[in-house]
Structure formats: structure tokens, C-alpha cells
């Protein structure tokens, strides 16, 4: 059920995302005919006509989900995603900003006066303009600081002091908290005051007079106490609790393993600054899927797929020097057995086979030891054991998958010793795609790298280069005269 109602809602969006097309497409078709057919009355019937398509997309969009918006901009061309852009409301334009990408945020921003881009800031709350603040010109931040409350500014000072991944920079300053000393009944009043209470409310924090975090009252617990108790009485006083300064990582594993909505923030001395909530922590854990898939690939960045040629070689460029460089290496590496190739031309055809197998073994170790270093689960003794057990696991395929292949090679070329030696290559090539599928990421985790960035670039050159070097140098002893 869960899945159809996921289903209708993308298909719904992308209906939208149709009639906006078709809205705009029509206002340059229209607009092409009335070019095309001058008349003294020709400005004012093109004016006409652009307000009319105007009213009409304005209208779809004021209907829509500012998420769904944010994915309307970001499937659009520039010129369209402007010309849509300039027709939310002013008021929606913060929280859109929140939701869109970071490619396609910059280019928003870049078509935004600076009174736009401060209105549109004071519309959010502190922790999300500190989410923006990043891509925001310097001039715009010091005119936001100007025109905020003193919390707030204090607030969003203290939101944009923590690192991109410390739980301080997913915190959520919106709290409701009580004294440990009045009744229930009192905290019930002190609740109904409330317009609206912030989103994922599933419990209240208890602080004493300092702000110091006592404990939490979980909803349910005060719907079904007695309201004459004290909330001291009835509070939990052993609840997960998240500092400041902890990796955002260690607050992810926290929600996770006990399926929190929320959990209070503390400073060193145990003051309550603000709370961490569920959907911080699904938008954070997708902005590092994000990032560590498209760190494989070689991307520094989110690129926006309608980015100029010049904004997507600049994003590309550095891997792809990278893999420019190992190529090489892999060819001067053949190009040292070029005699043996040209004197058995079996091997030209079997060495890609020995490399492509341990490119994927190692991506295997990689993708593996990189989720391991991800949830904590990696400390130095247990990377020696796992060590030696992808070793061994690396033996045991290569015997298995490298006997294989030196059957097929067998039945190919009629050669037991090129059968062998396709074995015995493809079992040294696993173990050291195994080696180098623990090291890489590990040795980059100590040096505070991540570990997920270029790694299955590198274990693919060293396979490549590694493999043709045993594979061949194994022919060149072993088969040759």
C-alpha cells in the first residue's frame, strides 16, 4: 500500500512537472505567431498573452508542495527554470531554497537582487538560513544578521559555527521545554498556548532553572498520567541525548538503532540548545548518499544536469586527470611485455579478463569497508581480522573463478600451461585487490579523508596495472622460451 501511494505521488508530481512544460510551450508557441504576424496592435496582444500563461502558472505552481516546486526547477532548462522562478510567491522563495539542489540553488541565487535574497531569508528560522549561508554572498549574510532579533542572530551565529557534519549543524533550535517542579496539568496549559507545536513534537524537555536538560516527557506519557503528578515525577530521566560537537554520523546510528523522532542537543555542560529530528536526519542521510555516489564517480560536486559545458568540465576534470594518469601507467605496464603479447597472441585477449574481475572483487572490499567505516563499526583490531579474512576470501575465488577460467583457456588455445597461468594470475589479483580494497579506505579514513571519494578509482587502477603486470609477467616466465 505504502509503495502505490509512493507510486501516485511521482506520477502526480510528474504531471505537474508535464503541465509546466506544456504551459511553457505554449507561451512560446504563441508567442512565435504573434511575431510573426505584425499588426498595429501587436505589443498589446503579446502582452496579453503573456499574462494570461502567466496567471496560469502561477496558479499551478501557488497549488503545489514547495518540494514539488524545487523538483520542477531542478528538471528544467535555465532560461525555463528562471522564468518559473520569477513567478513563486516572494514568500515561498526561502523554504523552495531549502529543498532544491545545490547546483540549482546557486543559480537562483545568482538571478535574485540582495533585498530579495534577505526578504527570502526571514522567512526561515535560524538553523535553515544557516543551511543556506553557505551559498549566500557575504553582503547578504551581514544584511541578514542586521535584520534579526538578537536570538535569532545569536542563534544563527551559533547554527553557523559548527562543522557541515556535526550534529550541531543538523539542530533545530524550536523547542518546548518545562520545569521538573510543576504539574502535569500546568505543562497541558503551558501546551495549549502553543498556535501550532514544532513539527516531530514527540516528547518535552525537562531543564532546571540553568537550562540544564533533566530529563524528557514523552507526549504519551503525559496524556495518560495523572495531570496532579509533577513532571519531575513522571519524566525520563535516561534518554538519548546528542552533543553539539558529535559527528552527525554518530546522531544517524542514534536514530537508527533506537527509531528516535527526536533527541535533545547539549552543550559540555549539559545545557539544552536545541533538538535534532528525523527529518534532518533522512535529508542528511541522503545528501550523503548523494554525495558518496557521486564521489565514486569522480564528481567533486551535485552538478545541474542543464549546467553549461564549461561548469560540468570543471566539476569533471580532476578524476578524470586522475584516470588519465593510471591508464597510462596500465599501458606502459603492457607496453614492458609488448614481446610476449606479439609471441603469444592468446594473452591480448585473456589479460582484460584478470583485470576486469579484480577491479570488481576490490569495489566489492571497497563498498564494504566504506559502509563499515560509516556506521563505526571499523576499529583497528577488527580491521586486522578483516584484513586476513578478505585475503582469504580472496584465495578461495581466486582458485574457484581463476580454475574456471583456465578450463576456458584450456579449451580455447589446447594449453595447460596457459590455463595455469590464467589461474594463479587471477587468484594473486584477487588477493591484491582484497589488500588494496581494505587499505585505501582505511589508510584515508586515519589521514581524516573520506574514504568513499575516488576510492573505487584507485583500487581500479591498481587492479589494472597489478593484473597486467602478473598476468603477464607470470606468461612471460612461465610460457615463453
Request: aromatic share 6%; glycine share 6%; proline share 3%.
Amino acid at each position: 500500500m505504502i509503495q502505490a501511494i509512493e507510486r501516485k505521488q511521482i506520477e502526480d508530481v510528474q504531471q505537474d512537472l508535464q503541465s509546466v512544460q506544456a504551459l511553457l510551450e505554449r507561451q512560446r508557441l504563441v508567442q512565435s505567431l504573434v511575431e510573426r504576424q505584425p499588426g498595429p496592435n501587436q505589443s498589446m496582444v503579446e502582452t496579453l498573452v503573456h499574462k494570461q500563461h502567466e496567471v496560469e502558472l502561477r496558479a499551478k505552481l501557488d497549488s503545489m508542495h514547495s518540494a514539488d516546486v524545487a523538483y520542477i526547477l531542478e528538471a528544467l532548462p535555465l532560461e525555463d527554470r528562471l522564468a518559473v522562478w520569477d513567478l513563486v510567491k516572494a514568500e515561498r522563495d526561502g523554504e523552495i531554497l531549502l529543498e532544491v539542489s545545490d547546483a540549482v540553488r546557486e543559480s537562483l541565487i545568482r538571478d535574485m537582487e540582495r533585498t530579495e535574497l534577505v526578504a527570502a531569508a526571514e522567512t526561515l528560522d535560524a538553523d535553515e538560513i544557516a543551511d543556506l549561508a553557505p551559498d549566500l554572498p557575504q553582503g547578504v549574510i551581514e544584511d541578514i544578521f542586521r535584520a534579526l532579533p538578537v536570538e535569532e542572530r545569536e542563534q544563527l551565529r551559533a547554527a553557523m559555527s559548527y562543522p557541515e557534519n556535526a550534529v550541531g549543524a543538523l539542530m533545530d533550535f524550536d523547542v518546548v521545554s518545562v520545569r521538573a517542579d510543576v504539574s502535569l496539568e500546568v505543562a497541558t496549559r503551558y501546551l495549549r498556548r502553543f498556535d501550532d507545536l514544532p513539527d516531530h513534537t514527540d516528547q518535552i524537555f525537562v531543564v532546571d532553572r540553568d537550562e540544564k536538560l533533566k530529563g524528557v516527557l514523552p507526549l504519551a506519557k503525559l496524556i495518560v498520567s495523572d495531570l496532579d503528578r509533577d513532571v519531575g515525577d513522571v519524566m525520563v530521566t535516561e534518554s538519548i541525548t546528542l552533543h553539539a560537537d558529535d559527528d552527525a554520523d554518530e546522531a544517524v546510528q542514534a536514530f537508527e538503532r533506537y527509531d528516535l523522532v527526536s533527541a535533545p542537543v547539549i552543550d559540555q555542560a549539559g545545557r539544552l540548545l536545541g533538538r535534532v529530528t528525523v527529518d534532518a536526519i533522512v535529508d542528511f542521510i541522503r545528501d550523503k548518499s548523494d554525495s558518496d555516489a557521486l564521489a565514486q564517480g569522480g564528481l567533486r560536486e551535485s552538478e545541474d544536469i542543464f549546467a553549461s559545458v564549461w561548469g560540468s568540465i570543471r566539476n569533471r576534470w580532476q578524476w578524470l586527470a586522475v584516470n588519465l594518469v593510471t591508464a597510462f601507467i596500465a599501458s606502459r605496464v603492457i607496453g614492458a611485455f609488448e614481446g610476449a603479447i606479439s609471441e603469444l597472441v592468446a594473452l591480448a585477449a585473456l589479460m582484460p579478463i584478470v583485470a576486469g574481475i579484480g577491479g570488481n572483487s576490490g569495489n566489492q572490499t571497497i563498498t564494504m569497508i566504506v559502509r563499515a567505516l560509516a556506521l563505526g563499526e571499523l576499529s583497528p583490531d577488527l580491521a586486522r581480522k578483516l584484513f586476513t579474512k578478505e585475503i582469504s576470501v580472496a584465495i578461495i575465488n581466486g582458485v574457484i573463478w581463476g580454475g574456471i577460467l583456465g578450463v576456458i583457456a584450456w579449451l580455447l588455445y589446447r594449453s595447460v600451461p596457459l590455463g595455469l597461468v590464467m589461474t594463479a594470475a587471477m587468484a594473486l589479483n584477487l588477493v591484491l585487490a582484497a589488500v588494496m580494497g581494505v587499505l585505501i579506505p582505511v589508510t584515508m579514513a586515519r589521514l581524516g579523508r573520506d574514504p568513499a571519494i575516488g576510492s573505487s578509482v584507485m583500487i581500479t587502477a591498481v587492479t589494472d596495472s597489478g593484473g597486467f603486470f602478473i598476468f603477464l609477467g607470470l606468461a612471460s616466465i612461465f610460457l615463453l622460451k
